[in-house]
């Protein structure tokens, strides 16, 4: 499908943007250095990182993009990354939380602090990335946090008897469980926002069916049996609900975009409607709770 989504000029705005050595967190890093912006790209590996900042530089040599070490499932790296971008002393316009992972094997793992890994990968450490950069995003005008979720916390719950899913292991269902996480996280965000007067706009977003790594030759296209089955986009598609819930002016506090067509699978981006499970507030709000006893971070008191 055909760019739908032009991304307003972004000079002068600092973005983090974890997850963009590849997939959709690419084409996000590559539209936002093209509309201006200086780009941070939060990667596990660097050296991946580095390739992918080369490819945006050879289509935009004068592009600001630099790579910096992140890895969600590790909260020692968050912080450091949180402490270099802090230290800096610079304001930041906007993260992008991207960066996940998806249906990890059927026997559960842990990430390095023993949280179950989609949990703790997807989730946790974009709260505690979050919540350590607020007050940075909070020295800029008009900041933005742009999380990304999924279709697929239609079929999430969160059991607060069982966080960690450790009876009964699903990786289907633990990535479910992730990505409401998620959605959660960006519509409590929101709520505190406005109940403290913050100028943050917290939203969300969705990439519907999308074919983030297409098979060499297909140009961005699925190969022919997906075709058959479901409607599939490329990245291209792909990642303009989350460049619109980062950058669009029109942008609403709490909003949720996704693809417009097809079952919301594919399309130009809309609003979208979050699923049942991520609609009730006082659920946000203690999933919050917990995920900072968890992460040990917090909101700023400011």
Do not use: C
């Not at 991946?48 to 530089?57: N, Q, V, Y």
């Not at 249906?103 to 919540?131: K, S, V």
């Not at 029109?250 to 699978?265: F, N, T």
């Amino acid at each position: 499908m055909p760019i739908t989504y032009d991304v307003p000029p972004q000079a002068g705005r600092r973005v983090v943007v974890t997850g963009s050595n590849t997939g959709i967190g690419r084409e996000v890093a590559r539209r936002l250095a093209l509309a201006g912006a200086e780009v941070v790209m939060a990667v596990r590996s660097v050296d991946k990182g580095e390739a992918a900042r080369a490819e945006i530089l050879r289509e935009a040599p004068d592009a600001d993009v630099e790579v910096r070490h992140l890895d969600l499932a590790d909260l020692a790296t968050v912080r450091a990354f949180a402490d270099a971008l802090l230290a800096d002393g610079r304001p930041l316009h906007v993260l992008v939380n991207n960066a996940g992972v998806v249906h990890a094997p059927r026997r559960r793992e842990e990430t390095a602090d023993g949280f179950e890994l989609q949990l703790g990968t997807n989730f946790l450490g974009p709260f505690a990335l979050t919540t350590l950069l607020l007050p940075l995003l909070l020295r800029s005008p008009a900041p933005r946090v742009a999380t990304m979720g999924s279709a697929a916390a239609t079929w999430g719950r969160i059991r607060f008897d069982d966080p960690q899913w450790r009876r009964s292991y699903s990786p289907n269902g633990g990535y479910a469980r992730s990505k409401l996480a998620d959605l959660l996280m960006a519509r409590h965000l929101a709520a505190v926002a406005d109940e403290r007067g913050w100028p943050l706009l917290s939203t969300a977003a969705h990439p519907g069916w999308t074919l983030s790594h297409p098979p060499a030759g297909t140009a961005g296209r699925p190969p022919a049996p997906w075709r058959s089955l479901l409607p599939v986009q490329g990245v291209e598609s792909g990642a303009e609900p989350i460049l619109v819930a980062a950058t669009s002016p029109d942008a609403r506090q709490g909003a949720y975009y996704g693809p417009g067509r097809r079952l919301g699978l594919v399309g130009p981006t809309t609003v979208a409607r979050f699923p049942r499970p991520a609609r009730s507030l006082a659920t946000a709000a203690r999933l919050w709770a917990v995920a900072e006893e968890l992460t040990g971070t917090h909101l700023p008191q400011a």
